[in-house]
């Protein structure tokens, strides 16, 4: 009793490999590989052809929309200008607003105290350029000037602070 589990699992065994031996062992094998691949290379070639069409059709429809998209943009630009023209504003204003152009001896200009005209000193306007120009020269210290520099320092007579020069 004991052989015949034993036997059933061997005719298992010897029909499985039987059945993997006879495909691997078949004369027709490597051909049925090479029209496998074959088929499959076509396969793959007509998804990558359909592939670029349809890459190929978005491009054209998104360079398309770019196109339509620029002219509308133009379209705005010329409405914009349009719309903020001197004369369509001034025309505005007198249909729907009721104003009108003021003339001449009703125009007038007020000054502040800050902001009376008066002519500048030149040689307040000559101190204030070398005080513009001395900000961005580079100052030589005491402590920094080397022994071969032999002049000697002068303060900064021109400077508001002292940590300028």
Known sequence: M???????????????TSLTNRILSHRYLPAALLVI??????????????????????VSSLRAENNRLIDASSKL??????????SRIERYAQDSLGL?????????SLLGKEEELVEPDELATLFQAIERVTRYVPAIAPSHATAGDLRPLRPDVLSSREGDR
């Open 2 to 16: 004991k052989k015949k589990p034993v036997r059933k699992f061997k005719e298992t065994v010897e029909i499985r």
């Open 37 to 58: 691949m074959f088929v499959a290379g076509c396969f793959i070639h007509v998804w990558q052809r359909v592939r670029v069409l349809e890459l190929v059709k978005d």
């Open 77 to 86: 630009n010329i409405r914009l200008a349009e719309l903020s023209s001197a």
């Open 100 to 108: 009108r152009i003021p003339k001449a001896d009703q125009v007038y």
